[in-house]
């Protein structure tokens, strides 16, 4: 494996871990939840951020690339 694909597979194990840490916390916030809860809103938005962090890193992405250099 290259120091690329390493890197990405770091990256994601961290962000599961981020994940699992996240959802333990939310789980276990006591009851019950104001919607003015900084703290909760806080949980709910740091989830939000790592769920689309990990869709990024798991998602293809197309670089249009010319199929013949341009010198301009």
Request: with cysteine.
């Amino acid at each position: 494996m290259d120091d690329y694909s390493e890197c990405l597979e770091i990256a994601r194990q961290e962000l599961r871990l981020a994940q699992s840490a996240l959802r333990r916390d939310i789980a276990e916030y006591p009851t019950p939840i104001a919607w003015c809860d900084e703290q909760f809103n806080h949980l709910l938005d740091q989830r939000e951020r790592v769920h689309n962090a990990l869709e990024a890193l798991d998602s293809s992405h197309f670089v249009p690339t010319p199929r013949k250099l341009n010198t301009e």
